[in-house]
């Protein structure tokens, strides 16, 4: 496996509640005490439940931004003995880290990455130029959720989401290219695809947009330590 981010500092926490989807509150467990019922930032627009529920363990680290409301940050979740990374800051970094080496990224010619690019009415991830001449539009998202061994997203309505998917179909032309990469934070999924239960219509429009031929890749981490790794590529599923 090949390191794609370290995040020091990280603090042990046990999650209490959430009341809403920017916060949650934790005992948080410091050097010197425990510190009860602190308000932490979710960096996270997803419903999680499977993961924040009471009593389950946490990764916090502090920020010392003295111009926030909040003084800490949830970086990763407890899940059957692994951890989850569900901090989406992180993910243009990590996408980043993985198309600029050529033994990770699953695109290969790059010559050129542009971050957060308008196409269309929508701000996309990055605009790359390819070694062909080529410009792909790609759009990056986090995926957290898995059931039986399935990584699956979205685990809540994403409108926006469907908007970007729209977005990258119309881009496509003879020397454009359009992808999507799913970051996979799940080490039991096996195989990725879109959540119709969930969303139908991002789902309709994420298979729309792989047979109009916009590249989709779900790639899996594992994180160890305050490391996370870029572990393999898997499978997507679509109708």
């Known amino acids: 496996m090949i390191p794609v981010l370290s995040v020091p500092d990280l603090?042990?926490?046990?999650?209490?509640?959430?009341?809403?989807?920017?916060?949650?509150?934790?005992d948080i467990a410091t050097s010197n005490g425990i510190m009860r019922n602190q308000t932490v930032h979710v960096h996270d627009p997803g419903r999680l439940k499977e993961l924040l529920y009471p009593g389950n363990q946490l990764l916090v680290r502090y920020a010392a931004n003295p111009n926030r409301k909040t003084r800490w940050d949830l970086i990763a979740v407890n899940f059957n003995t692994d951890w989850v990374l569900i901090n989406s800051s992180f993910h243009s970094r990590i996408a980043r880290?993985?198309?600029?080496?050529?033994?990770?990224?699953?695109i290969p010619?790059?010559?050129?990455?542009?971050?957060?690019?308008?196409?269309?009415?929508?701000?996309?991830?990055?605009l790359l130029t390819l070694t062909n001449g080529h410009r792909m539009a790609l759009e990056v998202?986090?995926?957290?959720?898995?059931?039986?061994?399935?990584?699956?997203?979205?685990?809540?309505?994403t409108i926006r989401g469907t908007r970007h998917v729209n977005e990258l179909m119309k881009w496509?032309?003879?020397?454009?290219?359009?992808?999507i990469v799913f970051l996979v934070?799940?080490?039991?999924?096996?195989?990725?695809?879109?959540?119709?239960?969930?969303?139908?219509?991002?789902?309709?429009?994420?298979n729309q947009a792989i047979h109009a031929g916009v590249n989709v890749f779900a790639l899996r981490f594992q994180w160890d330590d305050g490391t996370l790794?870029?572990?393999?590529?898997?499978p997507v599923i679509f109708k």
Do not use: W, Y
């Not at 496509?172 to 992808?179: H, V, Y």
């Open 109 to 126: 010619g790059i010559a050129d990455i542009q971050c957060e690019k308008m196409i269309g009415t929508s701000r996309i991830d990055f």
């Open 11 to 26: 603090v042990p926490a046990t999650f209490r509640f959430r009341p809403n989807r920017f916060l949650c509150h934790a």
């Open 141 to 157: 998202k986090g995926c957290t959720l898995a059931e039986e061994g399935i990584a699956l997203f979205p685990d809540a309505p």
């Open 185 to 206: 934070f799940r080490k039991d999924a096996t195989s990725f695809r879109a959540h119709s239960q969930t969303d139908p219509k991002f789902a309709g429009m994420l």
């Open 172 to 179: 496509l032309r003879t020397d454009r290219e359009s992808s």
């Open 97 to 106: 880290t993985i198309l600029e080496n050529p033994a990770t990224s699953p």
């Open 229 to 234: 790794f870029f572990d393999r590529e898997i």
